[in-house]
């Protein structure tokens, strides 16, 4: 019988649960799904990204004989027109998120579904603690976790080759102005592969766990959006590092690897957490729309805030400390809930995955899994001086704040004794609205 290959975040052919499991003659799709398309600006990033490596992928499933059937359109429209082709199942990735959990019932309404967990490295419903309840602190999740990480490989799927392709017009492809959206540029790294930046990476990994919090230079692997894409999985992620002479900064790595698997496995067992605070906490935000406004537009008065803010609307990306800083300072200092700021990352991030993006957020807000606590507060300020002592990263994303001393954009309101220097006034004052967030968070039920 005939089988559906459903690519949707495994945009790849190594280690590729569908190209494993498939045992018969297939159908490649890929569906650009306009229920989330229609949702998104016509500049988005990520669109421009996606429709690369799609064209990609048709062009790697052509070199092993296969082919990519690309469409546009409702998913389940598009699996009513295929059905009369006769096929037995279709074969796909896990994907844990409330709008694909919705979409993946009506398509196993019309056929059956056999999915795979290929985009981490753990199925969640295996993972539970010795009284078979979900791990929500991380440090024990780890531990527990301690077989796997430890070991020097983890198996990769190894595809089958003898999948044959069945007859069907593969050559239609519609453009990216066809789907709705324009061409983007993106930013440097992400014109190369996964296995491109893992190399450079290689050279780096030693020094990750000193150098990874210095948002001025580049410490990190650059490998989230290929991760979210599956451009590279998890798995190969892991044995590509894993093989390297164990270092702090090869297991610093590793760990982190499994933060995005613990708040995977937090979405899958707490999916409400995705709309409401984790832990119940009764915290009823006033939504004040111009704060709001001039937190997205980069607009606070806060140098490094407002450096982050617009450095993520130029390039969709943001450095893994300046989220934390910027989603302490929105949640707590600006008191912005922590839901509508999750929303505008969302729209943004070029590596946005709901599981870690939600998981963070509410960490951050103090009202996740393993949060931070609720009364301590990332200083900006001190947050600066510390990892970006001559602001390289503030003066090059605001470019107007150059002539100014790196030690004046340390000091909260050091830019109001600078003439010359047109930038908007602080909107709060840091120790104010730390106050003010204790208080808020003080007195609520759960925290
Ligand atoms: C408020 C906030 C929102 C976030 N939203 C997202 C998101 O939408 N998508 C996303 O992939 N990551 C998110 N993160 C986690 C982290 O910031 C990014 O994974 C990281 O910055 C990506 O850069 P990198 O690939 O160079 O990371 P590296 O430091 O090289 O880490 C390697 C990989 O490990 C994983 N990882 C690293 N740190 C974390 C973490 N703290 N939590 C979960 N996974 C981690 C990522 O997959 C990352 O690609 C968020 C963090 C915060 C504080």
Not at 282 to 289: H, K, P
Request: hydrophobic share 40%; with cysteine; aromatic share 14%.
């Amino acid at each position: 019988m005939r089988e559906i290959l459903w690519f949707r975040r495994d945009l790849r052919l190594e280690d590729c649960a569908i190209l494993a499991h498939a045992s018969n003659d297939v159908l490649p799709i890929f569906i650009f799904d306009t229920n989330i398309l229609k949702k998104l600006p016509k500049e988005d990033k990520r669109v421009t990204f996606i429709y690369h490596s799609v064209l990609n992928l048709k062009q790697q499933l052509k070199t092993i004989g296969l082919d990519l059937a690309i469409f546009c359109g409702d998913p389940k429209t598009i699996f009513q027109q295929l059905l009369p082709l006769g096929f037995s199942k279709v074969l796909c990735s896990v994907d844990f998120d409330a709008y694909a959990i919705e979409r993946d019932k009506t398509i196993e309404s019309l056929l059956c579904m056999e999915r795979y967990i290929d985009a981490f490295l753990l199925d969640p419903k295996e993972h539970l603690k010795k009284d078979g309840t979900p791990y929500k602190v991380f440090t024990p999740f780890y531990k527990s976790l301690e077989p796997l990480w430890s070991s020097s490989y983890i198996e990769e799927y190894q595809r089958n080759k003898a999948l044959q392709k069945i007859e069907f017009d593969y050559d239609k492809v519609p453009t990216l102005q066809e789907l709705g959206f324009e061409e983007q540029t993106l930013p440097n790294f992400l014109y190369q592969t996964p296995f491109e930046l893992l190399e450079i990476f290689k050279t780096k990994v030693n020094q990750y766990e000193e150098q990874r919090d210095y948002f001025y230079c580049d410490g990190t692997s650059n490998l989230s959006v290929h991760l979210r894409f599956g451009l590279i999985s998890p798995k190969q992620l892991f044995n590509a590092i894993r093989t390297l002479p164990s270092t702090s900064g090869v297991e610093c790595f590793i760990k982190e690897l499994f933060w995005r698997e613990f708040y995977n496995a937090i979405l899958f067992h707490f999916p409400k957490s995705e709309v409401e605070n984790f832990n119940g906490a009764n915290l009823i935000w006033e939504e004040d729309e111009w704060v709001y406004e001039k937190w997205i537009n980069a607009q606070t008065g806060v140098p490094l805030i407002d450096a982050a803010m617009k450095y993520l609307n130029q390039t969709g990306l943001m450095h893994n400390r300046l989220r934390m800083i910027v989603a302490s300072f929105a949640s707590k200092n600006l008191l912005l809930p922590w839901k509508k700021c999750e929303e505008y990352f969302a729209l943004k991030l070029l590596d946005y995955e709901t599981s870690s993006n939600v998981g963070s957020w509410q960490w951050a807000a103090s009202t996740g899994a393993d949060s931070v606590p609720y009364f301590r507060l990332f200083n900006p300020y001190v947050q600066s001086k510390k990892f970006d002592k001559e602001a390289v990263f503030i003066k090059r994303v605001l470019p107007e704040l150059n002539p100014v001393d790196a030690k004046v954009l340390h000091q909260e309101n050091g830019l109001g004794n600078t003439l010359f220097i047109s930038y908007p006034k602080p909107i709060v004052s840091i120790e104010f609205s730390r106050q003010r967030a204790i208080a808020f968070y003080k007195n609520v039920a759960n925290l």
